[in-house]
């Protein structure tokens, strides 16, 4: 599936209390909304990806402050 393969794509990253995975969500989203009118099955996977980088994101931030 290219949802999978796009998250594979990423590989190995460090930790950034979720400000990278932040960023990534925020260019999934601009990349489907800039899409959306004329590939919509295509913007969907990346709105699901933002949407997943965005989860992703919060359970960091989160891991952070219970760490920190």
């Given at each position: 599936?290219?949802?999978?393969?796009?998250?594979?794509?990423?590989?190995?990253?460090?930790?950034?209390?979720?400000?990278?995975?932040?960023?990534?969500?925020?260019d999934?989203r601009?990349?489907?909304?800039?899409?959306q009118?004329?590939y919509?099955?295509?913007?969907?996977?990346?709105?699901?990806?933002?949407d997943?980088?965005?989860?992703?994101?919060?359970?960091?931030?989160?891991?952070?402050?219970?760490?920190?």
């Open positions: 599936e290219y949802a999978i393969a796009e998250r594979n794509k990423r590989g190995v990253y460090t930790f950034s209390a979720g400000e990278s995975e932040l960023q990534m969500s925020e999934y601009n990349n489907a909304q800039h899409i009118e004329k919509p099955h295509t913007a969907e996977i990346y709105f699901y990806l933002s997943s980088y965005k989860w992703d994101a919060e359970q960091e931030r989160k891991r952070a402050e219970n760490e920190f």
